[in-house]
Structures are given as structure tokens and as C-alpha cells.
């Protein structure tokens, strides 16, 4: 059985809750990333998407100095690097969810991306099914509501 630290991204570009929303744009930008988690130290305290930049931030009239703070989401679902990768893929396809952060005791240690599964042809099948999901719904990201 395939465990979640398998296929994990370990090469994650994160932000500390004193970064701006403006730099947590650029990092986006400069990686071609639409997620990035807040950590301060090694501890998730929540994740910026592109779409919370968007609508909390800019929409709301919010500065590029704004704090990221002002934009995450905090209720994010995440994993535990032990899970299976069916699960995640099951847990992804039923919420909806492109992007699950992997923590154990608080701490962030990757991120399993929808391509991740798709990438390393690993459930496959459960992976274009979860993709088609969210995009027949029309959601970019289950973590903003």
C-alpha cells in the first residue's frame, strides 16, 4: 500500500504570517503556484490561493501590504503523511479539494497536489474523476468559500 509520503511535494514555497499579500503574489508568479501555505516555524496556521488574493484581498480593496493574515483560509483540510494514497485520492475526489496539505503534529511537511496522483499514474482514474468533479462545479479551490 502507497502512504501520502510517497508522493508528497516536499518542495513546498511557503509564507510566515508577517509576509504581505503582495510578495505572497509574486511568489505565485515567480513559481507558477495558485496555493501557498502560512507556516510559522514548521507549524501550518492556514493557506493564501490565488482566488483568496483575488477575492478577500484585491476585491475587497485590501493594499499589496496587507497581510496575508487578512486573506488565508485557516480551516484547511489536511492529511496525515500515513494516509493511503487511495484515501487522499478519495478524500480529494469527495470534498472536491485540488490540494491537501500534509502535516503531522501541526507541522507541514508537503502537499499532495491532484497531479501528484496523476503525474505518478496512481489512481488514476480516482484522480480525473476528482478533477471533473470540481470543475463541473465550477470551483477553483475548496479551501475559500
Known sequence: MRKVSDIMSTNVFSVSPQEHIYDCAILMKEHDIGFVPVVEGRKLIGVVT????????????????????????????????????????????????????????????????????????????EAGDALSDISEHGSSSAYTH
Open 50 to 125: 490565488d482566488r483568496d488574493l483575488v477575492i478577500r484581498g484585491y476585491a475587497e480593496k485590501h493594499p499589496g501590504s496587507e497581510s496575508v493574515m487578512n486573506v488565508l483560509t485557516r480551516d484547511v483540510e489536511t492529511i496525515s503523511p500515513n494516509l493511503s494514497v487511495d484515501e487522499a485520492a478519495s478524500l480529494m475526489a469527495s470534498r472536491q479539494i485540488r490540494r491537501l496539505p500534509v502535516v503531522e503534529n501541526g507541522e507541514l511537511l508537503g502537499v499532495v497536489a491532484l497531479g501528484d496522483l496523476a503525474m505518478r499514474e496512481i489512481f488514476v482514474n
